[in-house]
């Protein structure tokens, strides 16, 4: 017969292992849903074309992004999510939204653009094995950006949008650096 201290000893034992097992499995998920992109090539991009764009910017006091403050609310288990969210975000909207007449910085904007559809389609992977959890705060967080950006007259709120595009790309590379390279 076995004692009641070595049955407490199995359960225990039993419970840390399965445990184990479940934060290994979640982890390997959220792992799997890391971007693999050359975010060097985005950030400079950007670089070259950010003079330019925070120049035509007329709301130097308002923000669509909110700094990092509204991203770093963010927990870690919604940063596929959130990533999934602004790319969206960007790709549907700010993108769309940008008339620009300089070729050479319209040319940049849409290398980034087609960077961002090469992430969605990443993402859009973990999105369908339902790898990629999104939780009130960003959900939150998504709801507030839209919400700065309707605030603005479109092309306004396009404009600001890209000029703050360092604020987002920061915040990939620093949740997905893992995977990305620089």
């Known amino acids: 017969m076995m004692s009641q201290n070595m ?20 982890t390997r998920g959220l792992r799997r849903c890391l971007i693999s992109m050359d975010m060097h ?25 909110s700094t990092l403050e509204i991203l770093r609310s963010v927990k870690p288990l919604d940063v596929c999510c959130m990533t999934t969210n602004l790319l969206a975000f960007y790709v549907d909207r700010v993108f769309k939204d940008h008339q620009e007449l300089n070729p050479q910085i319209l040319r940049k904007i849409s290398s980034i653009a087609n960077s961002f559809l090469y992430m969605q389609k990443a993402l859009q992977q973990c999105q369908e094995q339902r790898l990629c959890h999104c939780g009130q705060e960003a959900t939150n967080a998504t709801r507030i950006i839209h919400n700065n ?34």
């Open 7 to 26: 049955k407490a000893q199995r359960v225990s034992l039993w419970f840390l292992g399965t445990m184990f097992f479940l934060c290994s499995v979640h």
């Open 149 to 182: 950006y309707n605030q603005l007259e479109v092309q306004s709120a396009a404009l600001k949008s890209l000029g703050e595009l360092d604020v987002f790309l920061a915040w990939v590379h620093k949740n997905h650096q893992g995977a990305s390279t620089a």
């Open 41 to 65: 090539h985005i950030e400079e991009s950007f670089r070259e074309i950010k003079g330019a764009i925070q120049a035509k910017d007329i709301f130097q006091n308002v923000t669509i992004l």
